[in-house]
């Protein structure tokens, strides 16, 4: 099983408010992901982590940002909600890059910006 | 550029065979594995492929062609609690080694 996490489960916002959502994982992984689903659609990759102090962006433009100080965790940020942030916001981790290592995803959070 | 296919929805009937489809284009495949989203949670990990064939794994099977593009996944004795999302994505070599994914086939299994 899985030990990754993310707070808050759900989230109702009001826009312009800064937002900060939680992932921390417990298996010492080295990459991580944070995704952008909304309902029925495909998942959109908007920003990764080979590792502490990397950070990458994905294939989604997104207006917010990720750190990584250290292994466990992998927060993202939104400066300035807006009803257009209104999605689930899934995160993920995986060992590696190669062979089996998959990815293994958090319960998400869900995001409603008012 | 990277794409994958999948049809949106399927429906199938309780105890019987289905067969989801998956193709896609990519410029550095390093992997296929499919994935299973129940609604409202997060996805977990079904299967990996990396080279031709079928790979059987209890009730769950997946196949592979790297010439053609294509995978599938079978999913046998179906059970209601097979209603699910699927979802096929590919491992990138020139994206990082990020994974793409397809847009999920929508599963409903009835009694």
């Known amino acids: 099983e899985a030990d990754i996490y993310q707070t808050p489960r759900y989230l109702v916002i009001g826009t312009g408010k800064k937002i900060t959502l939680e992932c921390s994982q417990t298996m010492g992984h080295d990459k991580m992901y944070w995704y952008q689903q909304d309902p029925g659609m495909e998942l959109h990759l908007i920003h990764y982590?080979?590792?502490?102090?990397?950070?990458e962006k994905g294939d989604l433009s997104s207006e917010s940002t990720v750190s990584r100080i250290r292994t466990e965790h992998f927060p993202l940020t939104l400066e300035s909600a807006r009803p257009s942030h209104t999605s689930q916001y899934l995160c993920?981790?995986?060992?590696?890059?190669?062979?089996?290592?998959?990815?293994?995803f958090g319960p998400g959070t869900r995001l409603l910006v008012l | 550029g990277q794409n994958i296919d999948q049809p949106t929805e399927m429906t199938a009937t309780e105890g019987a065979i289905v067969q989801i489809n998956c193709t896609y284009q990519t410029s550095g495949f390093n992997g296929l594995f499919w994935y299973q989203q129940h609604a409202g949670e997060a996805p977990t990990f079904l299967s990996y492929s990396v080279l031709d064939g079928l790979e059987e794994k209890g009730r769950f099977s997946s196949f592979l062609s790297r010439s053609k593009g294509y995978s599938y996944l079978l999913l046998k004795e179906l059970q209601m609690k097979d209603s699910a999302s699927y979802l096929c994505a590919v491992r990138e070599e020139n994206y990082g080694q990020n994974f793409v994914f397809g847009p999920g086939t929508r599963l409903s299994v009835l009694p």
């Open positions: 982590s080979y590792g502490v102090n990397s950070t």
């Open positions: 993920a981790s995986s060992e590696g890059t190669s062979g089996q290592e998959t990815q293994y």
